[in-house]
């Protein structure tokens, strides 16, 4: 019973570094969600794709690229790191919508210093 | 837009009863989810509400009104435990397939 493992768990790199962030499920989710937590922000959604394939922006997507070539994997990359992506990342994900009362679930976070 | 409020911060004693409120402005609406997060950890969900009334859940109960725009979530019996950010997130949406806008959360810390 994994559920949704977010890798690694913490990463320091340097400013204009690439990072790239795994995320992996094992409930066969069509949904799957990218968010940053941020003290005074709460949490932001960066990028959520509805199926392998699809992706969409979400509020704050910039400096951030997605994939979703397997319906289980989401990987969020960071092409060229900056100090302000410090931040705790959320991998998410949530059986089809429809009805509207699917919850997300939650994987235990990446926490990332951009040096 | 979206805008989504919540308390900042909220105190109360071990054994009493907490209410946490949200309200929200979206435009449109399909449900209203409250999440609890304790510190360093990950959010858990704890409620949907998507018609009006109360939802309870054993110690926790949350309330909405959609014409108000507003939701509670209410704590009874707090235990030490029960200290966490709650998060309040709306579904922006007249359809299902939107995700969640969180509001910033609210902090309770649950004293002796």
Request: net charge neutral; hydrophobic share 30%.
């Amino acid at each position: 019973d994994a559920g949704i493992t977010q890798s690694p768990r913490y990463k320091i790199t340097e400013t204009g570094r690439q990072v790239t962030l795994m995320c992996h499920q094992t409930w066969s989710h069509s949904y799957m969600f990218w968010y940053r937590q941020d003290l005074g922000h709460g949490l932001r959604l960066i990028y959520y794709s509805a199926a392998a394939d699809i992706t969409d922006k979400g509020e704050v997507p910039d400096g951030y690229v997605v994939s979703r070539s397997k319906t289980e994997n989401f990987p969020l990359t960071l092409e060229s790191a900056t100090r302000s992506q410090t931040s705790v990342y959320f991998c998410a994900s949530s059986d089809t919508l429809t009805g509207g009362n699917q919850p997300q679930h939650f994987g235990d976070g990446t926490r990332l210093s951009i040096l | 837009g979206q805008n989504i409020d919540q308390p900042t911060e909220m105190t109360a004693t071990e054994g009493a009863i907490v209410q946490i409120n949200c309200t929200y402005q979206t435009s449109g609406f399909n449900g209203l989810f409250w999440y609890q997060q304790h510190a360093g950890e990950a959010p858990t969900f704890l409620s949907y509400n998507v018609l009006d009334g109360l939802e309870e859940k054993g110690r926790f109960s949350s309330f909405l009104s959609r014409s108000k725009g507003y939701s509670y979530l209410l704590l009874k019996e707090l235990q030490m435990k029960d200290s966490a950010s709650y998060l309040c997130a709306v579904r922006d949406s007249n359809s299902g397939n939107t995700p969640l806008v969180f509001g910033k959360g609210t902090r309770l810390s649950v004293i002796a």
